[in-house]
């Protein structure tokens, strides 16, 4: 099947600093995204909708200056969480749907995840 | 509003079937899926319904019924692999998932 690759799995930082995360389709071109927050014993929360060569649609009360989405190419989008705060802290994960194969069933693709941690 | 209901907790027990329920109320609806989700790691797919009816892969079989707003997941052959959280998400009209809270499965020997 597709493969989704996320990375880092796992970031440690300082409050106040920037995080990237990094999502690749590695056998698929992705011309859609998903960025997703999940919180412990909590449902997967669509934080944004990320389409090659355009603008994130970000989901109501998402701040798209704090998360920063790049989906600069077919098979990469970024998160850039940025001025970190522990609240942040959260676990994140990018889905990606291949048009050529899920289209017809929408199967998404997911990531591995990312755990931030915010001291 | 939209929204996807499936019981919190579930319990049964290695080799038995377990069937999880999820009522869904969307504007419009284009399919429903199931993921599981084991514990720090991300939801891998399971199962994807749009017809009325049951759809079987392997230990593993989805039902849905469009007119109830209904689908279950049903599980047999129950091995201790299987714990899990399951997530239950329906595509609305303008293909956007609304996922539920997910059901978290014990299974105990």
């Known amino acids: 099947g597709a493969v989704v690759s996320q990375h880092p799995s796992r970031v440690i930082c300082k409050s106040g600093t920037s995080v990237k995360i990094e999502c690749r389709s590695l056998?698929?071109?992705?011309?859609?995204m998903f960025w997703y927050r999940q919180f412990p014993k909590k449902s997967l929360m669509l934080m944004a909708t990320?389409?090659?060569?355009?603008?994130?649609?970000?989901e109501q009360g998402v701040e798209k200056d704090k998360f920063l989405i790049n989906h600069a190419s077919l098979t990469l989008s970024t998160l850039t969480v940025t001025s970190a705060h522990p609240e942040d802290s959260s676990f994140y994960i990018c889905?990606?749907?291949?048009?050529?194969?899920?289209?017809?069933?929408?199967?998404?693709?997911f990531g591995e995840g990312s755990r931030l941690t915010v001291l | 509003g939209q929204n996807i209901d499936q019981p919190t907790e579930m319990t049964a027990t290695e080799g038995a079937i377990v069937q999880i329920n999820c009522t869904y109320q969307?504007?419009?609806?284009?399919?429903l899926f199931w993921y599981q989700q084991h514990a720090g790691e991300a939801p891998t797919f399971l199962s994807y319904n749009v017809l009325d009816g049951l759809e079987e892969k392997g230990r593993f079989s989805s039902f849905l019924s469009r007119s109830k707003g209904y689908s279950y997941l049903l599980l047999k052959e129950l091995q201790m692999k299987d714990s899990a959280s399951y997530l239950c998400a329906a595509f609305d009209s303008n293909y956007q998932l609304i996922w539920g809270a997910g059901t978290k499965l014990i299974i105990k020997p």
């Open positions: 969307t504007s419009g609806f284009n399919g």
């Open positions: 056998d698929f071109q992705a011309t859609t």
């Open positions: 889905s990606a749907r291949d048009g050529d194969k899920g289209g017809d069933t929408g199967e998404l693709f």
């Open positions: 990320s389409n090659e060569g355009s603008k994130a649609t970000y």
